[in-house]
């Protein structure tokens, strides 16, 4: 079964750093775009950076060059670089990717079941 599988998560004093990472239960034929979301209680999910599968990525203004997406599908693995975090980065965050598991399948979109990213000093 595929699954979406998040870690990295943590507590962290403001400025500091941590690594996402969204990496796939089983081996499949093909992952197209890979995105990350985040989440706050009682707000709605927002889409943080995107990246293609030629590498093409895109970052919401909040975190435009303090975070950094990443792939590498040799390990079906997508990784976030956050860097200076700020209170305001604490929410519960999301991987999601579209992927082909066999080469007749179906394009589908999976979503991991989040890690929890707190900033606080």
């Known amino acids: 079964q595929v699954q979406l599988v998040e870690s990295g998560g943590g507590l962290v004093q403001p400025g500091g750093s941590l690594r996402l990472s969204c990496a796939c239960s089983v081996s499949i034929f093909r992952i197209y775009d890979m995105k990350w979301y985040r989440q706050v209680s009682g707000k709605q999910r927002e889409l943080v950076a995107a990246i293609s599968r030629g590498g093409s990525t895109n970052y919401a203004d909040s975190v435009k060059d303090r975070f950094t997406i990443s792939r590498d599908d040799t390990k079906n693995t997508m990784y976030l670089q956050m860097n200076d975090l700020k209170p305001e980065d604490t929410a519960v965050y999301y991987c999601?990717?579209?992927?082909?598991?066999?080469?007749?399948?179906?394009?589908?979109?999976?979503w991991g079941s989040g890690t929890r990213v707190t900033v606080s000093s």
């Open positions: 999601n990717a579209a992927l082909q598991s066999t080469w007749y399948s179906e394009l589908i979109y999976y």
